[in-house]
């Protein structure tokens, strides 16, 4: 059996990622990268695999694995990333994402590219702009999508001081039947999200134009009598459960959707298309 080496470090770590090797390289990995949360201050670090310079009989690297070089996180790292073989990024608490650069002739970490306001909340019952934790990112040289718990999927160009795009600006859950979730987006789209056990055929909610809907199963099983518990049907593990209908509530794409609001049966947005949607007849 491999043996496997420990290190303590005194900080508690959330993420860990290695580092890619070249394309068409043989070499194994060598190094990683980790992030850390819930301490006073959080770091960002870069790890060797032991002494690259010390191999063992049997041709493997000797000793624990070394801290090559860190750097202080603002926020606790919620995701970590390479972009390529000397830039990471990271996701944070704050909804702050930074690019970190690793200089490989002096083992530093410094701050590359920053988008401190990447993910923040607006509107009734908050600041005119607070933070919303960033809580996960992509990165494909050279775009990196980040998604956060303000609803946004963000792109970004790390030669770009602005996100490119910007995706899902309201998410609403039916403030009665948390079955149902409302999003509207900068792509001119509204959906319903119907995740209940029964979905009914349902009319076109505004009577204009045809009805899109989208049906996703992960499993084609079906279940009769399905005990109704108060668990919410979207952390559900019951396969009978496991279905959910997507339907796009605008006759047609629009400009912008920039704000919905749901109460009983009555849903109302606004768009950059100078119009507002109204409908009281949600479930009809």
């Keep these: 059996m491999e043996e496997i080496y420990a290190k303590f470090v005194s900080q508690k770590i959330s993420k860990t990622r290695w580092r890619p090797v070249p394309p068409g390289s043989l070499q194994t990995a060598e190094t990683f990268a980790t992030g850390s949360w819930d301490n006073e201050e959080n770091y960002v670090s870069l790890w060797s695999i032991g002494d690259l310079g010390n191999v063992d009989s049997d041709g493997g690297f000797e000793g624990e694995h070394q801290l090559l070089c860190d750097i202080k996180h603002h926020g606790d790292v919620m995701d970590l990333q390479f972009f390529d073989q000397e830039r990471i990024v990271a996701a944070s608490s704050t909804g702050c994402v930074t690019v970190f650069l690793h200089h490989p002739n002096n083992q530093t970490l410094s701050v590359s590219q920053q988008w401190p306001t990447a993910h923040y909340h607006t509107g009734p019952g908050s600041p005119s702009r607070s933070s919303a934790p960033c809580t996960g990112v992509v990165c494909d040289n050279p775009e990196i999508v980040t998604v956060g718990e303000d609803g946004r999927i963000n792109l970004f160009r790390a030669d770009h001081k602005e996100a490119v795009r910007t995706i899902v600006w309201e998410v609403h859950f ?38 899109s809907s989208t049906f996703l199963s992960h499993s084609i099983s079906n279940q009769a009598n399905v005990h109704q518990s108060l668990i919410s049907s ?47 007849q949600l479930f009809s």
Excluded: M
């Excluded at 987006?185 to 204009?208: I, M, R, Y």
């Design 174 to 211: 039916h403030p009665s039947n948390p079955d149902h979730l409302f999003t509207c987006s900068e792509d001119g789209s509204l959906w319903h999200w119907d995740a209940s056990t029964d979905v009914p055929e349902k009319s076109s909610l505004f009577n204009q134009g045809g009805r």
């Design 234 to 280: 979207w952390l559900s593990t019951d396969p009978a459960k496991d279905r959910i209908e997507i339907t796009s509530l605008l006759p047609s794409r629009t400009l912008s959707v920039n704000s919905l609001d749901v109460l009983g049966p009555c849903l109302v947005c606004g768009t950059d298309a100078e119009a507002i949607y109204v409908t009281r």
